[in-house]
């Protein structure tokens, strides 16, 4: 598996549990037994991806590429938004976070649907793998190239989550720590 390393200090990829009973297919139909390591890279990979357009997002919004990059408008002005940490508050409060709830069930819903076929056993899809390459980076590319660019993914969303959990912690610790650069 790409990105094993044999680092499991915890022994989490080993624990003996069917996590097709999560996705709860209905009980008439068979279901196969999805393996805890398959749940942990499918979990790994979406956080890891969620991760890295949300550090990207925070510095943009930051101006951390020498302008902050916002939507049109008043109520998105850096004068109504002054940092990416207060995002979150003003905009419930403006009520304009049901758009991204509503965008983050869809997707959800969507990407559940193939896991139901995967505990069903009517896929057999590696962890992660949508089908999804619009930009043609992996076609014509050999099987070690195609590994590495996986490899890269993987290395990338784990940083990126370890960079957007400390950016979140530091910037909540106060208002010196709110705007780019986070020092």
């Known amino acids: 598996m790409v990105g094993d390393v044999g680092f499991d200090p915890f022994y989490l990829s080993s624990i003996p549990k069917d996590f097709s009973g999560f996705i709860q297919p ?5 279901k196969s037994n999805v393996s805890t390591l398959y749940w942990m890279r499918e979990a790994e990979l979406k956080h890891g991806r969620v991760a890295m357009m949300a550090w990207f997002g925070w510095l943009a919004a930051n101006g951390a590429f020498g302008f902050p ?7 998105y002005s850096v004068e109504s938004i002054p940092t990416s940490y207060a995002a979150h508050d003003i905009l ?11 965008v983050a069930a869809v997707l959800e819903f969507c ?4 896991l139901v076929e995967v505990a069903k056993g009517e896929s057999d899809r590696e962890a992660g793998d949508y089908g999804l390459d619009p930009l043609s980076f992996l076609k014509g590319k050999s099987e070690d190239e195609v590994n590495r660019m996986k490899l890269r993914e993987l290395k990338n969303g784990r940083l990126a989550m370890l960079a957007f959990a400390g950016v979140a912690t530091q910037s909540a ?8 650069p986070y020092l």
């Not at 990407?111 to 193939?114: K, L, M």
């Not at 610790?173 to 780019?180: D, K, M, V």
Request: a negative charge.
């Open 26 to 30: 209905p009980q008439w139909e068979e």
């Open 69 to 75: 990059l916002r939507f049109p408008g008043e109520m």
């Open 92 to 102: 419930v409060s403006q009520g304009s976070m049901g758009f991204l709830l509503t």
């Open 111 to 114: 990407t559940g649907a193939v």
């Open 173 to 180: 610790l106060g208002e010196a720590t709110q705007s780019f």
